[in-house]
């Protein structure tokens, strides 16, 4: 199943995008505080809990520097995931968008779906904030 959040123009480079969201200290402010608690960074893992759900951790995999960073779901998550942030250049500016393929059955498909789908939203919509178009 895929999870996508809209694609959304920032007010930056691709290169400054990606070197900020490439940084994974910079991860705890893009998720939103309604959706997440109990963030913990340890080097290219993190930790946290979706509220009234379940505990993921993530690990970035890889980067295509300036258009792509990779991170996938590691042990202690219930569910497996791949997760994309997806970084397009338009002149001096850049859109991004934030892809999740998730490996769900139904029932944790119902539990899952839109938990996932706002914190997406949400990064997307923190990031553009960050780096408005305007």
Do not use: Y
């Amino acid at each position: 199943m895929e999870i996508k959040s809209p694609i959304a123009e920032v007010g930056c480079t691709s290169d400054v995008l990606f070197d900020f969201v490439a940084n994974l200290e910079n991860l705890e402010p893009l998720l939103p505080s309604e959706q997440v608690q109990s963030f913990q960074l340890d080097g290219d893992v993190c930790r946290f809990k979706v509220v009234g759900g379940f505990d993921v951790v993530i690990k970035k995999t890889s980067e295509e520097r300036p258009h792509l960073i990779l991170f996938s779901s590691q042990q202690g998550t219930p569910i497996r995931f791949g997760l994309e942030v997806r970084i397009e250049s338009v002149e001096d500016r850049a859109n991004v968008q934030v892809v999740c393929d998730a490996d769900l059955n139904p029932f944790m498909r119902m539990m899952a779906e839109k938990p996932l789908q706002n914190i997406f939203d949400g990064m997307v919509e923190k990031i553009v904030n960050r780096f408005p178009a305007a």
